[in-house]
């Protein structure tokens, strides 16, 4: 499957527009504000909490990160007033993370300010590994002045132990997920089991912390052992949930729904969305098979 999936991505550039429309129309609310708004809704009738992310391009100049900004401020109000509860997560590169590091955590301040006037809640999305020192010192930045915001960390980094026993102590709030990108094996696991296995040792660390821990996984394997944590730990609803990517196994979703389980969908919306699934299918080649699929389910 390997040799399909490195081809699949070498031909990416190659599939037909409507082709990876067809398979992000799963995973991605719309174009439009309205309709991330929609679907939030949507989803609090079917009992799930939203994360809402604004889709950006790779931005190139401080003027593009502001305009990430406002589209950030604007769907905070949007949220605010359609009834839904703001709950946005950010990815600080579109903030301008890599070109000026204390511009951008002002720009990220003025969107969780908007949130936290609104009683919301800001998640700061963790990137490559050039990104996760710069991106954790704006987190805990924000952190130090009370604000309410919470950060992610990757399983499959090396270092991760170590941060997620930091910020378990510390009482941040933590979304533990695998990590989409592929990182040399000088700084990451790289099989599965491994990754399985880093997964379930952070885990473990966060909820013997004081922090709210987030179970950023559909792996069926994880979402048992994780349950299983959950019960022997004794693990109050308060201290945690599961979150689940808009579009991606809604049966398993429902199960831990209907088992009591919070859990949150991350809902990404924009005009970026053939970028953004293009950018995901080159930076994780596991994610191509989903274009080989929609390709030969029919009806899809
Ligand atoms: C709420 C949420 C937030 C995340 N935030 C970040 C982040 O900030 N930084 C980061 O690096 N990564 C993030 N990720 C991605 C994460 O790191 C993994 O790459 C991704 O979740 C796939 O790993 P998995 O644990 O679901 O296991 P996998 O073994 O990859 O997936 C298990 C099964 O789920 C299905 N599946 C998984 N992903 C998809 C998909 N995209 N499309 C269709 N089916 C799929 C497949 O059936 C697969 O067999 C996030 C994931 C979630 C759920």
Redesign the pocket.
């Known amino acids: 499957m390997a040799i399909l999936h490195r081809l699949v991505v070498a031909a990416i550039p190659l599939v037909p527009r409507a082709v990876v429309a067809r398979v992000a129309r799963?995973?991605i609310a719309g174009e439009t504000l309205e309709e991330a708004v929609a679907a939030a809704r949507a989803l609090r009738e079917e009992k799930c909490d939203t994360?809402v992310d604004v889709l950006g391009e790779f931005i190139t100049t401080m003027d593009q990160a502001g305009a990430t900004a406002e589209d950030y401020l604007r769907t905070v109000r949007a949220l605010r007033d359609g009834g839904v509860t703001v709950n946005v997560?950010v990815?600080l590169t579109a903030f301008g993370l890599l070109l000026d590091a204390e511009a951008c955590a002002r720009l990220v301040e003025r969107v969780v300010r908007e949130a936290a006037a609104a009683g919301g809640f800001v998640?700061v999305?963790?990137?490559?590994a050039p990104c996760t020192d710069r991106t954790l010192a704006i987190h805990d930045g924000l952190r130090a002045k009370g604000l309410p915001v919470g950060v992610?960390l990757?399983a499959?980094l090396h270092r991760t132990p170590r941060d997620a026993a930091r910020l378990a102590a510390e009482g941040a709030s933590v979304?533990l997920?695998?990590?989409?990108?592929l990182e040399p094996p000088s700084i990451a696991h790289t099989g599965?089991e491994e990754i399985r296995a880093a997964?379930l040792e952070n885990l473990a660390i966060l909820l013997d912390g004081k922090g709210r821990v987030?179970i950023?996984?559909?792996?069926?394997v994880?979402v048992e052992a994780a349950e299983r944590m959950l019960r022997e730990k004794r693990i109050p609803r308060e201290r945690y949930e599961f979150?689940?990517?808009l579009?991606?196994?809604p049966g398993l979703r429902r199960s831990l729904v209907a088992k009591g389980h919070p859990l949150?969908?991350?809902v990404p919306y924009g005009t970026s969305w053939y970028a953004y699934s293009t950018r995901?299918l080159r930076e994780?080649p596991?994610?191509a098979?989903?274009i080989v699929r929609a390709l030969f389910r029919r009806g899809s």
């Open positions: 799963r995973y994360t997560s990815k998640r999305d963790m990137e490559d992610v990757q499959r979304r997920c695998k990590g989409i990108y599965r997964f987030a950023a996984t559909h792996d069926d994880l979150q689940m990517l579009g991606v196994l949150r969908v991350y995901r994780n596991e994610v098979g989903n």
